[in-house]
């Protein structure tokens, strides 16, 4: 039983007409669809992502009105976007630091880390992005509408980095429970890092781990990440994890039904949220591909309170 790699990341924005714009204007990411929070129908939860919205392509947003958040250990430290080639990462250095240079933007040089070529910024609330050249492996699915090339776009999540306090209890659920495989350490920017993969592993199906015991322990809020979910490719093993997370005392939120995949939720020793979704069904299960994200969507339990939800969400532009 094996999860195949990294499904979607959840972060956190105070500004999402912002963000719409950050992500859709200048990354060039598609917003396949634009609905709420399922927890607190008071917030978006917008879903960026490449041209056919495919599993393991989701950068998604709850919308909170939250403070920044406060940087520190047991946390999600940095979310990997994969392109090919290093001509992509020239394009993108130019295209962040020509906008960085009117808004703010903190945007790094290209450089190799961990045998790749990388390109790290951040996005005006903070969120800490880094674009990683993955070779052009795999399949791609360029969205035609991008203001990006085709050539040069994001292709799907990469590396995603935690930052904790105690490595051994985070190696242990990940190889023990979770089924990885700790293949290699790296040194980074003073850091020991330790690479844990999933499935056929590559930069879509890595975790990256750096143990700082001398931090706070990160305070989420506006920039930060709120999880980070594992690929699982159907029903049945979906229902597998639950029974193993069971057998094995992890406490766990039980399975739950986001009608465009399902959902299981547990925390790691260090206290980071996973999920493990699976696959299926998808964005196109209540709107034509053509047209994903064009309008609000809402899962069938919160149909009939569609009149309540619009009302209570402000204006995207």
Same mark, same amino acid.
């Given at each position: ?127 800490r992005l ?17 203001p990006v ?49 999933? =499935?056929?592993?590559?930069?879509? +199906? ?7 015991? $001398?931090? *706070?322990? @990160?305070?989420? %809020? ?15 093993q979906y ?31 260090? =206290?980071?949220?996973?999920?493990? +979704? ?7 299960? $209540?709107? *034509?591909? @053509?047209?994903? %994200? ?24």
């Amino acid at each position: 039983m094996q999860l195949t790699g990294i499904h979607h990341l959840t972060a956190i924005s105070a500004k999402p007409r912002e963000n719409l714009a950050f992500y859709t204007g200048l990354l060039g990411m598609r917003l396949v669809k634009k609905t709420v929070n399922q927890d607190d129908v008071s917030a978006y939860h917008l879903f960026y992502a490449d041209g056919e919205a495919r599993p393991g392509t989701d950068l998604t947003f709850f919308d909170f009105p939250a403070a920044p958040e406060r940087r520190g250990t047991n946390s999600i430290s940095r979310t990997g976007l994969r392109v090919a080639g290093e001509k992509s990462l020239g394009f993108w250095r130019d295209r962040l630091k020509s906008a960085g240079a009117h808004s703010g933007k903190i945007v790094g040089d290209v450089i190799e880390v961990d045998g790749r070529l990388t390109l790290p910024f951040e996005d005006d609330e903070g969120q800490r992005l880094v674009l990683v050249d993955d070779g052009g492996a795999g399949s791609a699915s360029p969205w035609e509408k991008s203001p990006v090339p085709v050539e040069h776009q994001i292709r799907g999540l990469g590396p995603i980095v935690l930052t904790v306090h105690e490595l051994t209890r985070t190696a242990f659920v990940l190889t023990e429970v979770m089924n990885m495989r700790q293949v290699r350490d790296y040194a980074a920017h003073g850091a020991h890092i330790h690479v844990f993969e999933m =499935g056929e592993g590559g930069p879509a +199906a890595e975790l990256h781990v750096l143990e700082q015991k $001398d931090v *706070p322990v @990160a305070h989420q %809020g506006a920039g930060g990440v709120h999880h980070v979910a594992f690929r699982t490719p159907d029903e049945a093993q979906y229902h597998a994890w639950t029974q193993r997370l069971r057998d094995l005392g992890v406490p766990n939120s039980g399975e739950i039904d986001r009608f465009y995949f399902r959902s299981l939720y547990f925390r790691e020793p260090n =206290g980071i949220l996973f999920e493990i +979704a699976t696959d299926g069904p998808g964005f196109a299960t $209540d709107e *034509p591909m @053509a047209t994903l %994200g064009e309008k609000l969507a809402l899962p069938p339990f919160l149909e009939p309170r569609r009149a309540e939800i619009e009302a209570g969400l402000k204006p995207l532009g």
